[in-house]
Nanobody, 127 residues
Framework: QLQLVESGGGLVQAGGSRRLSCVAS????????LGWFRQAPGKERDFVAG????????DYASSVKGRFTISRDNAKNTVFLQMDNLKPEDTAVYYC????????????????????WGQGTQVTVSS
């Protein structure tokens, strides 16, 4: 059974950086598209960034484009989210997710299309 564990969250000042990691166990994620989502209190879970199985395609929410970078390390079965120039509105619980359609070059932005989820890691940005 595939399990995902996020880490790297915490408290950071506005303008700072944070790098989130999501390590998969129980199954390789090398052949699957991956995504990062976030959910603030009282709000829906929103797409942040996604990467295709090959790593050649990425997609970002407009609110984070130019500030966040998604990457993957297949040797480590890990996906990363580098977050720079953080803003208070980036405060949320961040989740990684796996789309289990093999060799998909499509990066979905809809949460319900992802099949496996981590437990989330809290990122709080202070002003």
């Amino acid at each position: 059974q595939l399990q995902l564990v996020e880490s790297g969250g915490g408290l950071v000042q506005a303008g700072g950086s944070r790098r989130l990691s999501c390590v998969a166990s129980g199954h390789t994620i090398n052949n699957y598209a991956l995504g990062w989502f976030r959910q603030a209190p009282g709000k829906e879970r929103d797409f942040v960034a996604g990467i295709s199985w090959s790593g050649r395609s990425t997609d970002y929410a407009s609110s984070v484009k130019g500030r966040f970078t998604i990457s993957r390390d297949n040797a480590k079965n890990t996906v990363f989210l580098q977050m720079d120039n953080l803003k208070p509105e980036d405060t949320a619980v961040y989740y990684c997710a796996v789309d289990d359609r093999r060799y998909s070059s499509v990066v979905f932005v809809t949460a319900r299309l992802y099949d496996y989820w981590g437990q989330g890691t809290q990122v709080t940005v202070s002003s």
